[in-house]
């Protein structure tokens, strides 16, 4: 037994680890990309575990189902759109008799601080069937992580483990305990549920319906799902999932009566334990960081006997995260002011690339080359240019999700728009750029497809591409772009004329293009000095 | 006792570096401590600030609630007031004075130290000065946290201890910059 500090994130992978993980899986995303950062590094002093960045979230999930199937454990982290993405092996992973124990750590991100939207992950392991833990501090981070392993491999289900932003990129203490033994390769026990030929698929799923009822003997009894105060003659009482547990405990001290309270950080949800809690009740207050998921379990279409007071009643705000004076305010205690000044107006400070950043000459030579065309389409991705929406540049118009850029461009190009640009970066083009480009060459489609090529995975911290820059030229013809409107140039302001008047000319070609421009990230860049700066200290 | 910090400042100037060696001097000795941060796009040279809570027990929300602030530990001067909701009414204000203006409202900084010194416990630090006298601009950082280090619950050598061990690798004339410039913040506001 030992204490450590741990970002929530790391706490996670520790417990993975200790959990005698075999091979860990992902691809970058804010906040999970740190399971995965932590493990690389443990593997650079342990030799084990695998650890490995993948071209995308599916390919991550697939391949952890190949360790699964081998016998051994395996861990796949990914942020919540990143399930996304891995939705179709994860759905079906259900119905498979999981061999080696498989958990998915998906780091939500409610309040959407570096995310399109703030869907909550407790649903996808409900639509699959799976049980979901959620820790709600880095002690149970570490302890559930070790858990999901062993009802992986007692109900062969893959495990969900729910992270949110705020536990994943916060640090606390962690008490660790004793490692265990990576599993021995092994074969499954029951080979035919791997195939899911339909005759097979309808077993299985039969066989997954059935084992509901063990899921649920497991969330009844599970201490992770707790009660406390019911006696206290109260008839008000709190339901808290996750971190809404903490944000309640903060203002516990306040409150003249203390409400009955029920935690709930397992699901398949305790229904018995519920209802045997809300029994006698006239209020409740449900307090969930994310959707009103349970909220809205409890209020069922058949309007139940208490009031239940949560997201939907307007007694704490529909979107967005929770915090403690959100949560206070629900409470009805008295909202504290702290210091202001009058009339002082702070303005914003906006995110924006770095001074000397490639994605900024891109962008210029863009809207140099757009002069004249005020019904221009310019699409683009996730990353770092993304911000090139943003004042000075104001380049870009959409931005959607992983890949989307080039479909969006091949769509609105053959809907009858010109000029239409589609702007992407080396990495989310290798995540999940290569598909839509293979329908906009099966096409021919009159679309101008830039790639940013800043040889780096940039916004979530400088992670490395899957290939290096260097094959992208390569892997760009083989998809089959012809050669006369394939090129590659430097990102640099001293080709500002040079690459503006590329750009022009493969606008006006009515079919195809694609440049690729390169200049590496100046983060990175830094970074590696410092590296090998230190290196040679040492 | 409880001692909740708002470490805060612009992408790029060592909030969470500052919050660290706090953080770890805390725990070293022997409170609990929850150290809460956001990365990706809230980094690229946007607001940037750190929930730090001190306690001597254990610690329930790793988010500070408004009003119950001891410090809001601040790299830069407009970011300092972004966070005033946060303090409580016998809570300091403490920041350094050099503005970063990588964006065009930039309000006028003259004014903004007028209204930080106008507060009831406000500490202004000329930190990027007296880090060039201590040997380095880079050194900013440590002038900040020594200029905290009268107000934080802990002794002032676990935290020199913890500078020393950040900085070992780096060699003897690095840790000694750092130490210097440690003393240089804890003097400076001392003084104020």
Known sequence: MSEMVLLGDEAVALGAVHAGLTAAYAYPGTPSTEITEYLIRYQRTHQRPIAQWCANEKTAYEEALGVSYAGRRTLVSMKHVGLNVAADPFMNSALISINGGLVVAVADDPGMHSSQNEQDTRLFADFARVICLEPASHQQAYDMTREAFDLSERFHIPIVLRLVTRLAHSRG?????????????????????????????????????????????????????????????????????????????????????????????????????????????????????????????????????????????????????????????????????????????????????????????????????????????????????????????????????????????????????????????????????????????????????????????????????????????????????????????????????????????????????????????????????????????? | MKFDIIVAGVGGQGVLSVSSIIASSAMHEGLSVKQSEVHGMSQRGGEVQANLRLSDKPIASDLIPRATASLVLSMEPLESLRYLPYLSATGTVLTATDAVTNFADYPDLEGLLVRIRALPRAILIDAERLAKQAGSARATNMVMVGAASGLLPIRFDTIEHFVRTLFAAKGAKVVETNLKALAAGRDAAAAS
């Not at chain 1, 499954?188 to 097979?200: E, F, K, Q, V």
């Not at chain 1, 105060?229 to 944000?247: H, K, Q």
């Not at chain 1, 050669?483 to 040079?498: F, I, K, M, Q, Y």
Request: charged share 20%; proline share 8%.
């Open chain 1, 173 to 538: 203490n962690v008490m660790v305990t004793q490692a265990r033994a990576e599993n021995p390769l092994s074969t499954s026990s029951d080979p035919a549920s791997w195939i899911l030929l339909p005759a097979n698929a309808r077993r299985q799923w039969r066989a997954l319906l059935d084992r509901q009822p063990d899921l649920q003997r497991y969330t009844a009894t599970t201490p992770h799902n707790t009660v406390s105060g019911t006696g206290s003659g109260t008839d008000v009482g709190v339901i808290t999932t996750g971190l809404a547990r903490n944000y309640y405990l903060e203002n516990l001290d306040d409150l003249s009566a203390p409400p009955a309270h029920l935690h709930i950080g397992a699901y398949p949800f305790p229904a018995d334990l519920i209802r045997s809690f809300v029994g006698g009740l006239r209020r409740v207050l449900v307090l969930e960081e994310g959707y009103p998921y349970l909220e809205r379990a409890l209020r069922g279409i058949v309007a139940p006997s208490f009031e239940i007071q949560g997201r939907e009643s307007g007694h704490v705000p529909p979107d967005g995260e929770l915090n403690p004076d959100i949560v206070r305010a629900s409470l009805g205690l008295p909202v504290r002011q702290g210091l202001a000044i009058e009339s002082l107006k702070l303005p914003p400070r906006p995110p924006q690339l770095c001074a000397g950043c490639p994605h900024g000459d891109s962008f210029h030579a863009v809207t140099a080359a757009l002069a004249g065309f005020p019904d221009a389409v310019v699409t683009s991705d996730i990353g770092c240019y993304t911000l090139g929406a943003l004042p000075p540049y104001n380049a870009i118009q959409s931005c959607v999700c992983m890949g989307a850029s080039i479909g969006m461009a091949k769509g609105a190009a053959e809907a009858g728009m010109h000029p239409v640009v589609a702007v992407i970066g080396d990495s989310t083009f290798l995540h999940s750029g290569m598909t839509p480009l293979l329908d906009a060459v099966t096409q021919d489609t009159p679309m101008t497809l830039l790639i940013l090529d800043n040889k780096t995975v940039g916004m979530t911290g400088g992670q490395p591409t899957i290939r290096p820059s260097s094959e992208l030229e390569g892997l760009v013809r083989a998809l089959g772009v012809p050669d006369g409107h394939l090129h590659v140039v430097e990102a640099h302001p001293r080709h500002d004329a040079r690459n503006t008047d590329l750009l022009r000319r493969e606008l006006e070609h009515r079919g195809l293009s694609v440049i690729i421009a390169v200049r590496e990230c100046l983060e990175t860049i830094k970074r590696s000095k410092q590296e090998q700066a230190a290196a040679v200290a040492v």
